[in-house]
């Protein structure tokens, strides 16, 4: 995965594998059957690490307000390169190879599954759909914050503090 955040798709061989675990290449193969088992490996513990903190921190709220502050607390959150390049490999793989494409379903499936479950204890009166539109939000403002690092969120937050139901945090 680290490979993949640094050099992108094009540069996760075999070989680069191998050498970076300072291992066998054909201890590569034995366990993920050559380059499309290991790309498959790696799109799924990337896609791990770019959703898995999003859908933890807001399943661990309770009430519309304390969600409400766990959105605007990951999008205050300083903007993270490292989960933005992955992010981005991600799409790009999706996109180039059917087999990474199907992984990233799979994992945007099960983040709006499990996301879909937290809404309805939440807000249970809250549209169906509730869930994707989330996820476009947040994978939004990670691509604004990417492309424009000084971009300053705050006035976003405000202006989804309207959309959201509840009261902001401070009861603003």
């Known amino acids: 995965m680290e ?3 640094e050099v992108g798709w094009p540069g ?3 070989r680069s594998v191998a050498e970076r675990a300072n291992a066998n290449l054909g201890l590569i193969h034995y366990y993920w059957g050559g380059l499309p088992g290991l790309k498959t490996a790696i799109a799924r513990q990337a896609g791990e690490h770019a959703f898995d903190p999003v859908t933890e921190g807001l399943s661990r709220t309770t009430t519309v307000e ?3 502050a766990k ?3 990951l999008l205050s959150t300083p903007h993270d390169g490292r989960t933005a390049r992955l992010t981005v490999e991600l799409i790009a793989g999706a996109v180039r190879e059917p087999l990474l494409g199907e992984v990233l379903r799979e994992a945007l499936a099960e983040t709006r599954d ?5 809404i ?4 249970p009166d809250a549209p169906d759909g509730s869930e994707t539109v989330l996820i476009a939000l947040l ?3 990670l691509l604004h914050r990417m492309l424009d690092p000084d971009l300053d969120n705050g006035e976003a937050i405000s202006a989804l503090s309207q959309f959201l139901p509840g009261r902001p945090p401070g009861g603003g």
């Open 3 to 5: 490979l993949l955040a």
């Open 12 to 14: 996760v061989t075999t």
């Open 66 to 68: 304390e969600a409400h």
């Open 71 to 73: 959105l605007i607390e």
């Open 114 to 118: 499990r996301l879909r479950l937290w």
């Open 120 to 123: 309805k204890k939440v807000h």
């Open 139 to 141: 994978d939004g403002m």
